[in-house]
């Protein structure tokens, strides 16, 4: 693997991760969103990671696709809201904000795993330079 093989794959993790942290910010913004464009509550996102077998970025990750929770939304009983129903539950995102706050650490924490193998890769290049400098 080289330097720039390197380099590759770890911008495709930090590329994967911070759209992980879109949709994880996404979800939890719309933790309460009662009401969307296609009717009923916001449904929850997730994100499927693929590793990129061949190309320039081999050995790296991308994000394959994004798609929408299929559970059900949950229902809470508030006969004031305007989105309740007859019997005044309101259909709610099934979203629960602490693990989606969980999720957004770790994939915090990947993205400055990758971030500090592209630091290390710098580094270890400018150490480099220096003994073939002298």
């Known amino acids: 693997m080289s330097y720039f093989d390197v380099l590759d794959t770890a911008a495709t993790g930090l590329s994967a991760q911070r759209i992980r942290m879109s949709v994880l910010s996404s979800n939890m913004a719309n933790a309460n969103t009662t009401r969307t464009e296609d ?3 916001y449904r929850k996102k997730n994100v499927i990671f693929k590793q990129v077998l061949t190309g320039e970025h081999k050995g790296g990750v991308q994000v394959d696709k994004i798609y929408e929770d299929t559970k059900p939304p949950r229902l809470q009983y508030d006969p004031t809201h305007p989105d309740a129903n007859e019997e005044g539950y309101v259909a709610m995102p099934n979203i629960s904000p602490v693990e989606e706050m969980v999720n957004l650490l770790e ?15 710098k580094q270890l290049s400018n150490a480099a330079l220096e003994i073939g400098r002298q």
């Open 39 to 41: 009717g009923g509550p």
């Open 107 to 121: 994939a915090a924490r990947a993205y400055e795993s990758n971030l500090t193998i592209l630091q290390s890769a």
